[in-house]
């Protein structure tokens, strides 16, 4: 199973970015799906997830701003980033929380991690 993602770059401060991200491979299905972030010197937090189902969660520094979005058809999952802040920047890293086909339990498996990057 792989994650590809893509989609990161430079923006100036209030613009808007799209990531993308895509699992392959001999999937079963597909529970949760989102992104984390990893500033330098932070720890790795949660920016968003969706369900298989469509609910959706996000951190309180994006509500507002960030939508995640999947297409359960292509096992993808897409997060439309808006008025974009310096201290959005970071390493994006999709995930997907998933069950391998003929495996009985689900394991997390991460994508490459992208860079955003927000100039002021």
């Known amino acids: 199973v792989q994650l590809q993602a893509s989609g990161g770059g430079l923006v100036q401060a209030g613009g808007s970015l799209r990531l993308s991200c895509a699992a392959s491979g001999s999937i079963f299905t597909i529970n949760d799906m989102g992104w984390y972030r990893q500033a330098p010197g932070k720890q790795r937090e949660l920016v968003a997830s969706i369900s298989s189902r469509g609910s959706t969660n996000y951190a309180s520094s994006v509500k507002g701003r960030f939508t995640v979005s999947r297409d359960n058809a292509r096992n993808t999952v897409e997060v439309q980033m808006n008025s974009l802040k310096p201290e959005d920047t970071a390493v994006y890293y999709c995930?997907?929380?998933?069950?391998?086909?003929?495996?009985?339990?689900?394991?997390?498996?991460w994508g490459q991690g992208t860079l955003v990057t927000v100039s002021s």
């Open positions: 995930y997907a929380d998933l069950i391998v086909r003929d495996t009985p339990y689900a394991n997390v498996y």
